[in-house]
């Protein structure tokens, strides 16, 4: 399985984008997916993450009540709605899969990886 990510560009703050990351070569349905992010000078991290079984989400406190990520498996994606972004959110954001039934924070616990996508928001 490939994953593909999309859906970033150029926003003002308080505006929404919504990401999506593409399975091809195989189905995500049993694959727990991650949304990571890094933006300029820092380490990536976990922002969102969704399991296959439940399916079970988990956000990072910073992100909480912002962004909302979701799966569509006849579709084999994964979306991360983004809303009210502020400045801070601007970073390349990845997806990333695992084939558990848990989600993980860890970058180290997924094996597959989209590229990034961009996400700048403007003030």
Known sequence: ???????????QAGGSLRLSCAA????????????????PGEDRKAVAQI?????????????NGQFTI????AKSTVYLQMNNLKPEDTAVYYC????????????VDYDTWGQ????????
Do not use: E, I
């Open 116 to 123: 990034g996508t961009l996400v700048t928001v403007s003030s």
């Open 70 to 73: 979701s799966r569509d498996d």
């Open 51 to 63: 399991s296959w079984y439940g399916p079970r989400t988990k956000y990072a406190d910073s992100v």
């Open 24 to 39: 091809s070569g195989g189905t995500l349905s049993r694959f727990s997916v991650a949304w990571f992010r890094q933006g």
């Open 1 to 11: 399985v490939q994953l593909q990510a999309s859906g970033g560009g150029l926003v």
């Open 96 to 107: 990333a899969g695992r084939r558990m039934s848990t989600v993980s924070a860890r970058q």
